[in-house]
């Protein structure tokens, strides 16, 4: 079954220090990987894709994201972490052997950035 | 600019009540989506649209429904059979509905609270 995982609801960084987030799914196909950044009573931004090619996929606001096939993994990262992007981000993969095209989403991490 | 326009932002309701939230996009997008977001959770997905006059029932579209009269309109009802309606709504836009690679355009979201 298609699924992605989030395995940690909270992450908490100190500024300046990289940052992690952690996302690995499961499809039966190609897997075309997305990460979205969502702050508070907002809707949600996108941040990046893989579709094929590079594994070092690089995004918005200095976000970057690895994916690893053996691994299943697509985890997003950050050299040096800001306040600012304490917010709650989501990663989301669609199956390419799925004909509804839809996207399946993890349950979101909350990363908190502390001064 | 373009984008995604949800209203309204905040929105009460008393129980047998069936309100309808708007969703407006200049992106010229073919696909529309509504999403629900829980604490918690992941989105899950109420209903999509890849082109006019046609829908699909998401994961969870029992209590909710749908229309797609314009291109640019996506409205949603909640109807007094959804059991449990009070939750964030995200209305989201991608060019073309099939495309595996497409990234969403999400709305600011509506805020429903049934009272």
């Known amino acids: 079954a298609q699924s992605v995982a989030q395995p940690e609801d909270q992450v908490n960084v100190a500024e300046g220090n990289p940052l992690t987030v952690k996302c690995t799914y499961s499809v039966s196909g190609n897997p075309y990987l997305f990460w979205y950044v969502q702050y508070p009573n907002r809707g949600l931004q996108f941040l990046l894709k893989?579709?094929?090619?590079d594994n070092l996929v690089k995004g918005s606001y200095g976000f970057e994201a690895e994916f690893n096939k053996s691994q299943t993994s697509f985890h997003l990262k950050k050299p040096s972490a800001l306040v600012s992007d304490s917010a709650l981000y989501f990663c989301?993969?669609?199956?390419?052997?799925?004909?509804?095209?839809?996207?399946?989403w993890g349950a979101g991490t909350k990363l908190i950035i502390k001064p | 600019d373009g984008g995604i326009t949800q209203s309204p932002k905040y929105l009460f309701r008393k129980e047998g009540q069936n309100v309808t939230l708007s969703c407006e996009q200049n992106?010229?997008?073919?696909?529309m989506y509504w999403y629900r977001q829980d604490p918690g959770q992941g989105l899950r997905l109420i209903y999509y649209?890849?082109?006019?006059?046609?829908?699909q029932k998401g994961d969870i579209a029992e209590g909710y429904s749908v229309s797609r009269e314009k291109k640019e309109s996506f409205p949603l009802t909640v109807t007094s059979a959804q059991k449990n309606p009070t939750a964030f709504y995200l209305c989201?836009?991608?060019?073309?509905?099939?495309?595996?690679?497409?990234?969403?355009?999400f709305g600011e979201g509506s805020r429903l609270t049934v009272l």
């Open positions: 649209s890849q082109i006019v006059n046609d829908f």
């Open positions: 989301a993969v669609r199956d390419s052997s799925d004909s509804n095209y839809q996207l399946i």
């Open positions: 992106l010229n997008h073919d696909a």
């Open positions: 989201a836009s991608s060019i073309v509905a099939g495309a595996l690679d497409g990234e969403l355009f």
């Open positions: 893989y579709i094929t090619g």
